[in-house]
């Protein structure tokens, strides 16, 4: 029986998608550094494949807040823009978003890892019934995840295959 | 007694105007023609107007306006120029709009919409994830086809919901967007591309103008096109700073 139910997207997936756009829909060409990964129409094609292969794909606002702090890195002419790119893309792929209040993490953890990875990692715990996936760039991350035995997928795996 | 006096080379006032309102709006420009150009319009039923096409001040930062208003005081051609791009922009959307309205308020629309709703659900199966029940935005699927349509998407992206639904109906939409225009015969599609032709074309005319005036202001005040980096100066030596 197919188990792919639930994908958890980490900030920098989320960005290399929204980054491929900005560059080659929209030529934000100074965004062009920010594909690490997915930086061509072979590897978009097989990102979004693995990506589509999920029944729900979800995100914490942990993740949102950090999107903030990246769009502000860039030229402030084009945020908004960048925001508009980011809202067709949660529009578009059904993104669910979930609050994982700070109180509610163990603060060794986000010590540890900081507030975001440990949203993702509390969240794949909340909805462990759904057999969660959590799709990430941070090699710490994915760390966490075995540690807590989480099924995880960095980007690198996905585009390997 | 007053004078207008002319910037001089190397002039501030004629690098921020090259800075701050000529290159955005080129940048600006070549992203509007390169959507155009696959007549992708941009425009999203959720605000009924272009996501990626402007009006001319939308595409300038709020604290540089009065460098806008400099410019065309001492540029007053652009004035006339930047209006033919706004009136036409103006134009397409309120046009795209229109027929996004008609279409959404057709029967016929509905229902073939509804038709491809339900041969696609029949034909998936719980486990193709990658075909996925649309059963959760059923009530917005007209709006999706009808602005994948104004925006002539042939393909959208593998992980989008409607990617599959999309793939296998979009050809069949765009065949009925032909039979659906001679059937009603007033407000068109054919009336949306029109507008976006003729948006292009101003478009490409603007863009070449500020490219050209560039060149010139570049040329005449000896500035250059890019804001030069600005310099980091490294900490001030203990033995100076005491």
């Known amino acids: 029986m197919d188990s792919k139910k639930l994908l958890l997207i980490d900030t920098g997936p989320i960005r290399e998608l929204i980054a491929y756009k900005a560059v080659f829909t929209l030529r934000f060409q100074q965004l062009r550094s920010d594909l690490k990964f997915v930086s061509e129409n072979v590897s978009y094609a097989r990102f979004g494949k693995y990506v589509a292969s999920f029944q729900k794909k979800s995100t914490t606002a942990s993740v949102v807040a950090e999107l903030n702090r990246w769009v502000r890195k860039t030229d402030p002419s084009g945020r908004k823009r960048i925001w508009s790119l980011i809202y067709d893309e949660f529009r578009d792929m059904g993104m669910e978003e979930q609050l994982v209040k700070l109180l509610d993490m163990p603060l060794d953890l986000v010590a540890r890892c900081g507030p975001t990875d440990v949203s993702l990692l509390k969240l794949a715990q909340q909805q462990i019934d759904s057999d969660p996936v959590v799709l990430t760039i941070d090699q710490g991350l994915v760390s966490e995840c075995w540690r807590a035995k989480i099924r995880t997928m960095h980007i690198q795996e996905i585009l390997a295959n | ?242």
């Open chain 2, 1 to 242: 007694m007053t004078s207008i006096s002319q910037p001089k080379s190397g002039s501030r006032r004629v690098a921020e105007w090259i800075y701050t309102v000529i290159n955005p709006l080129i940048d600006a420009l070549r992203r509007e023609i390169g959507l155009l150009q696959e007549r992708n319009l941009s425009w999203r039923y959720h605000s009924q107007r272009f996501e990626y096409i402007r009006l001319v001040r939308e595409y300038i930062e709020p604290d540089a306006m009065p460098n806008l208003e400099d410019f065309l005081a001492d540029n007053p051609a652009f004035d006339q120029k930047f209006e033919s791009h706004d009136r036409n922009v103006a134009t397409a959307e309120m046009r795209a709009t229109a027929f996004y309205k008609m279409l959404i308020a057709a029967p016929i629309f509905d229902k073939d919409v509804n038709k491809a709703f339900q041969k696609y659900e029949s034909t998936i199966t719980p486990i193709q994830h990658d075909a996925p029940s649309l059963e959760s935005i059923k009530a917005h699927l007209p709006k999706f086809v009808a602005e994948n349509l104004i925006n002539n998407a042939h393909e959208l992206p593998a992980h989008y919901t409607i990617h599959s639904f999309w793939k296998t109906f979009a050809d069949d939409f765009q065949k009925y967007l032909s039979e659906f225009e001679d059937y009603k015969g007033r407000e068109s599609f054919r009336k949306v591309a029109q507008a976006a032709d003729a948006l292009k074309e101003t478009s490409l005319n603007l863009l070449r103008d500020l490219e050209s005036q560039r060149l010139t202001l570049c040329r005449e005040f000896d500035v250059p096109a890019a804001r030069p980096p600005v310099t980091v100066r490294g900490p001030v030596p203990d033995t100076l700073s005491s």
